[in-house]
């Protein structure tokens, strides 16, 4: 059996959790530079607000004047989201985290199980000890536990056991708002006659190859039960990292550019040791804005790639490495919105391939080094040690007026009990 645990309005929940004020009240979430609506209360859809409204129309709008907008704390959606998935294994080993609000529960209990009150049990857990409401389907396969929790967390309980014939309900289901399929492979189906979830579940096999793909297919066996969609391996090493951002104002300064790539560089290599692995390179890329005046210039992307003389996990390093080639895509006069790097050719330490006239000593030094900052982060919050190169100011950094405090990933900003 599956279930699959889904956090109610996720980053609005998690904001709530801190701010007890704001139970019962519309509440929006904002993306970054505090762009548009990514998650809503209840009381928030009933103002009939919708997803990716723009915050300006929001904040300027009379009538949504009792709504309170937020701005996208993503260290702290991210602390809420690692306790959740801990609390989920004092249930079961077999947690595979599918996003940062759900999580995939594989199941193997005792013939005769009550999977309802199993799913109102642990949604009192999560609920008594991190303080975050969810809804839980269980159902044979994933695609079918999705459809559960879609009914679950509409009922009072916050639960849906899906029965062993799921036909009754798959008939009234859109074929659209089946897992994977959307609204424009919705609408391809329906020209073959395929418009409910049922009738999908009940199309053949080879039909379905012949016009689509192999994972529709899948996913049509899914619906009858058949459970085909893998299990991801939990600890399995990533193939790339990437960090990129957008700016909160435009950056014309190649200082502040190579501040921003400096801390995305920073970031991304502290992911990068925690999986203990090593890059061979990076591509860095700078994306910017059209111009209009004095005459049109499209916008578009500067880019490049690095290699590393040695595969490379050291942020320090790496930063030797990246500036010198930062000046060569930069464009005096364009008008920078967004920066990112993506490490490649990653390599395990334990498999990795040594340099034979590299300095054995040197490189131990600069390993300790970048060990040391992340202990030190770890111990006394995110950002108390990184390289000057990263800037001290950052006014490139993204807009978030309305942030609330890290309460749970900064030591100067936990809560306080007076």
Same mark, same amino acid.
């Given at each position: ?7 109610? @309005? ?9 701010? $007890? ?71 079961? *080993? ?91 492979? #919705? ?5 073959? #006659? ?32 058949? $459970? ?21 104002? $435009? ?31 990076? @591509? ?9 005046? *004095? ?21 320090? *390093? ?58 030190? @982060? ?8 990184? *390289? ?6 950052? $006014? ?15 030591? @100067? ?6």
């Amino acid at each position: 059996m599956i279930a699959l645990v889904d956090g109610n @309005n996720f980053y609005v929940s998690c904001e709530r959790i801190f701010d $007890p004020s704001l139970e019962g009240k519309p509440v929006a979430v904002l993306s970054n530079n505090d762009g548009c609506v990514i998650s809503r209360s209840l009381e928030c859809k009933e103002l009939g607000i919708p997803m990716g409204t723009p915050g300006f129309q929001l904040k300027a709008a009379p009538a949504h004047s009792g709504l309170i907008l937020k701005s996208s704390n993503y260290e702290l959606y991210g602390d809420i989201s690692r306790r959740v998935i801990v609390t989920l294994g004092e249930f079961t *080993p077999d947690v595979e985290q599918y996003s940062i609000d759900e999580a995939f529960l594989h199941l193997h209990p005792p013939a005769g199980t009550d999977f309802a009150a199993l799913g109102a049990r642990i949604r009192r857990t999560i609920l008594k000890w991190i303080g975050i409401p969810c809804g839980i389907g269980f159902a044979p396969s994933k695609t079918l536990a999705k459809i559960a929790n879609h009914i679950g967390k509409k009922l009072p309980e916050g639960v849906f056991v899906m029965p062993e014939d799921p036909r009754p309900i798959l008939e009234t289901l859109p074929v659209g708002e089946v897992w994977g399929v959307g609204r424009r492979l #919705g609408d391809k189906l329906a020209l073959l #006659g395929i418009r409910t979830a049922w009738q999908l579940a009940a199309a053949g096999e080879t039909v379905l190859r012949r016009h689509f793909n192999v994972t529709l297919a899948k996913t049509a066996l899914e619906l009858r039960g058949i $459970p085909l969609f893998e299990q991801e391996a939990p600890g399995e090493l990533s193939k790339s990292i990437s960090c990129s951002r957008s700016f909160g104002r $435009p950056v014309t300064v190649f200082e502040e550019l190579a501040e921003a790539v400096a801390h995305y560089t920073g970031a991304a290599a502290e992911k990068l040791r925690k999986e203990k692995q090593r890059a061979a390179g990076v @591509n860095l890329y700078l994306q910017y804005y059209p111009e209009y005046e *004095p005459h049109p210039q499209p916008g578009g992307v500067h880019a490049t790639t690095v290699s590393f003389a040695t595969p490379l996990s050291g942020t320090l *390093p790496m930063l030797r490495e990246i500036q010198p080639k930062l000046r060569g895509i930069f464009q005096p006069g364009r008008r920078y919105k967004k920066a990112g790097v993506l490490f490649f050719g990653l390599e395990s330490e334990e498999n990795r391939q040594t340099d034979l006239f590299a300095d054995p000593v040197r490189e131990a030094k600069t390993d300790r080094l970048s060990e040391t900052m992340d202990q030190i @982060n770890r111990h006394f919050g995110r950002g108390t040690l990184f *390289p000057l190169a990263e800037g001290i100011r950052r $006014p490139w950094k993204m807009k978030r007026e309305m942030l609330t405090r890290s309460f749970t990933t900064d030591w @100067n900003e936990i809560p306080e009990v007076k």
